[in-house]
């Protein structure tokens, strides 16, 4: 199937050669039909035997064409282009002899063959796509299950290297796997809250660490990019729940801060109001002190008001005792 594709491409690509070369075919035998005809018109080998001259001229017509053809197809299939961003690989019997840059060029027919190879910058992308689903998925250093999308973009510096070591299949040999394995042990190294909290730094270790495995097969990489990542279901509901609780721990911590304050208040308030009454136990000793018996009998006179008790009893004294004694 694949050898029918590959005559099927080749017949494509050579669709013009070909029609030139039955075009010139069509034009010999027309050419030496016609002739023959011209001679028997004339008189000529009126029997139409062709064993003779004619016969060789036919040979000969026919043998020269044949060559020209021949020549002149193996030519022109054998001249290339390269375009731009591409190389061309040619090998000499199955060994790498030269590498061609973008313009033209030409192979030795039966021995060389060429393959091209597109050096421009690629992005290889590890995520969910129309094509394939190729989203990674590791494993933190607590066993915790992440989905990776992730981007890596690169350019083919030695096309010669990466030829040998995995032919034009170095993507699905190398590429892929290799980013793969560098994000998992990279990742391995670090907890799930780890990953999230220092999501930066790993990036930047990923990248070092792919770059250097692949400048050792001449790719050069530009960037490696975790576009996003997704947890278990089984995390995020035990982050949900850690949150519920971290919640309820908070509303604990601030009622008893407000129970707290509450009675810090009260016992304030309490100090406040016996300092209170102790300025005011001490303010009422010195007034009583300060009160004498002629002090009392004279503030007494000041307020009578002249006049004496209508009832007294037999036994009762004045209202005012003027035997004021010194």
Not at 60 to 84: D, E, H, M, P, Q
Not at 109 to 130: G, H, V
């Amino acid at each position: 199937m694949e050898s029918i594709e590959l005559w099927f491409d080749w017949i494509l690509n050579n669709y013009f050669l070909i029609m030139l070369a039955l075009g010139a075919i069509i034009a010999i035998f027309m050419e030496l039909y016609f002739g023959l005809i011209k001679s028997k018109k004339n008189g000529e080998n009126k029997k139409l035997n062709i064993k003779g001259e004619d016969m060789n001229r036919i040979l000969k017509f026919s043998t020269v064409g044949a060559i020209g053809i021949f020549i002149a197809i193996l030519f022109f299939i054998n001249c290339y282009s390269v375009n731009t961003g591409e190389v061309a690989i040619v090998s000499t019997f199955g060994k790498i002899t030269r590498v061609d840059e973008e313009g033209l060029h030409f192979k030795v027919p039966f021995m060389q063959s060429k393959t091209f190879m597109e050096i421009r910058e690629k992005t290889y992308i590890f995520a969910k796509t129309e094509e394939m689903d190729t989203t990674m998925e590791v494993s933190t250093k607590d066993m915790q299950s992440i989905k990776i999308e992730l981007t890596v973009q690169a350019s083919i510096a030695d096309p010669e290297k990466l030829y040998k070591a995995f032919n034009t299949k170095y993507e699905q040999r190398f590429i892929r796997p290799r980013a793969k394995e560098v994000v998992q042990a990279t990742i391995a190294k670090y907890t799930i809250e780890e990953f999230v909290s220092k999501r930066s730094e790993i990036s930047d270790i990923i990248n070092a660490d792919i770059a250097d495995d692949f400048l050792s097969y001449g790719l050069v990489v530009s960037n490696v990019s975790i576009v996003n990542h997704d947890f278990s279901d089984e995390y995020e509901r035990a982050i949900e729940q850690k949150k519920i609780a971290e919640q309820a721990v908070e509303r604990a911590k601030a009622e008893q801060q407000k129970v707290l304050i509450e009675y810090e208040n009260k016992v304030k308030i309490a100090e406040l109001e016996l300092k209170e009454k102790e300025i005011r136990a001490k303010a009422n000793a010195v007034e009583s002190q300060s009160l004498s018996k002629q002090l009392l009998q004279k503030m007494a006179i000041e307020k009578w008001n002249g006049q004496l008790p209508k009832v007294q009893g037999a036994d009762t004294n004045s209202f005012i005792n003027l035997d004021v004694k010194e």
